[in-house]
């Protein structure tokens, strides 16, 4: 009986060390696909900001344009109201 335990007890033995060194390479697969996405997830929000970066600027000159459209537009009706009423 106690060499059938000690040949179970030694079986066992070797499935934990088997069961432990899976999950230590399961746990460092974790963590470097942790470290890609975190690096993924940087270049991305970097890449974002600046693109929101060019938009506003892009966005600023537009606002800027309109309204010197808009003021533009307002003196040439004035003006060709002035120019009418002398007609």
């Not at 900001?49 to 040439?76: K, P, Q, Y």
Request: no cysteine.
């Amino acid at each position: 009986m106690s060499r059938t335990w000690a040949d179970y007890e030694q079986r066992f033995a070797g499935v934990d060390k088997n069961l432990a060194d899976a999950l230590s390479k399961i746990v460092e697969q974790v963590r470097e696909s942790m470290d890609i996405m975190q690096k993924y997830v940087t270049e991305f929000d970097d890449k974002l900001a600046r693109t929101v970066g060019l938009l506003n600027g892009g966005i600023d000159e537009l606002g800027e344009f309109a309204g010197t459209m808009s003021t533009s537009v307002v003196e040439l009706r004035e003006s060709l109201e002035r120019a009418t009423a002398l007609a």
